[in-house]
C-alpha cells in the first residue's frame, strides 16, 4: 500500500468535498449512515486531509483520531486543525500494520481505505487491526467503490469525476482510474474489490450484521441540479456504503 499518490495530492484533497457527487451524496449519505456521534470516540481511518475526522468534532464526538499513510496528507489536516483548532488528533499510520491504539474507539470510519490493500491477506490485516481498535458492539462505517459498478455505463462527468478501468486486475478484483475534474485535475489508481472480497475479510476479522447502504442525493442537491441530473448517478452510482459491527 503505497503513499506516493496521496502524498502527491497533499492539500488539494480537500476540493474532492465541492464536487457535485461528493458534496451532494456522498458527504451528507456517509454522515447520515454515520448518525449520532456526540459524546463518542471516532477513529477515522484514511483519514486524509481529515474532512469527517472535523466534521465528526463539530458534531459532538468526544475524541477523534485521524490515521492516514500519507504523510503528506496527515501535515495537510495538522495546518487545518492549527489554524481552526477542534481538538482533533492525526497520526501517520498503514492500517495493515496498525498497532494497538491504546484504548478502544466506540466508532471507526473508513472512506476509501480497503480498495488500497496490496491483496486480500493485507485486506484481512485491515479488518483485523480495526476490530481489536473498537469496542465490543462499536460500529464500522465505510464508503467503498460500489464492487459491481458498470464502468462502460454513462459518464459521470457532470458530477465532477471521470472512472475508468486501467485493463489491469488485482487479486481482488480490477484496477480502476478514478480522475477529479479539478484545476488541475487529480487523478488516483485503486482496486475495484469484489463484494464478496469485503464480506468474507470483515467477517474473518469478527465483524458482523454486515449491510450494504446505498447512496442518496440530498435535497439541496436536487434543489440546485434538479431531478434529472442525477438520473445517471442512481442508475449506476459509482459509490456505495457498508456497515458492520464488531
Not at 457527487?21 to 451528507?28: D, N, S
Not at 499513510?69 to 498503514?94: F, Q
Not at 458492539?137 to 478501468?165: I, M, S, W
Not at 470483515?202 to 434543489?223: H, I, K, Q, Y
Amino acid at each position: 500500500m503505497s503513499a506516493q499518490q496521496y502524498d502527491e495530492i497533499g492539500e488539494a484533497f480537500e476540493g474532492f468535498k465541492a464536487l457535485p457527487l461528493a458534496h451532494y451524496a456522498e458527504v451528507p449519505s456517509f454522515l447520515g449512515m454515520v448518525g449520532d456521534v456526540r459524546g463518542k470516540s471516532v477513529l477515522d481511518l484514511a483519514s486524509g486531509t481529515g474532512f469527517y475526522s472535523r466534521e465528526f468534532k463539530r458534531r459532538g464526538a468526544a475524541e477523534v483520531l485521524g490515521i492516514d499513510i500519507s504523510g503528506e496528507m496527515v501535515a495537510a489536516a495538522r495546518e487545518l486543525e492549527d489554524s481552526n483548532p477542534l481538538g482533533v488528533r492525526y497520526d501517520v499510520g498503514d492500517v495493515a500494520e496498525l498497532r494497538p491504539l491504546g484504548r478502544r474507539f466506540d466508532v471507526a470510519t473508513a472512506v476509501q481505505l480497503l480498495n488500497y490493500a496490496p491483496d486480500i491477506a493485507a485486506m484481512e490485516r485491515m479488518c483485523r487491526n480495526v476490530h481489536r481498535n473498537v469496542a465490543p458492539g462499536a460500529e464500522f462505517f465505510l464508503l467503498v467503490q460500489t464492487p459491481d459498478y458498470r464502468f462502460d455505463g454513462p459518464l459521470l462527468h457532470k458530477y465532477g469525476f471521470h472512472t475508468e478501468l486501467t485493463g489491469e486486475e488485482d487479486e481482488a478484483g480490477p484496477r480502476a482510474r478514478t480522475t477529479a475534474l479539478l484545476d488541475p485535475p487529480i487523478e488516483i489508481v485503486a482496486t475495484c474489490p469484489r463484494r464478496e472480497v469485503y464480506e468474507k475479510c470483515l467477517r474473518t476479522a469478527g465483524f458482523s450484521e454486515l449491510t450494504w447502504v446505498p447512496l442518496e442525493v440530498s435535497d439541496a442537491g436536487v434543489r440546485k441540479f434538479g431531478a434529472d441530473f442525477w438520473t445517471d448517478f442512481l442508475a449506476n452510482p459509482p459509490l456505495e456504503m457498508l456497515r458492520c459491527r464488531a
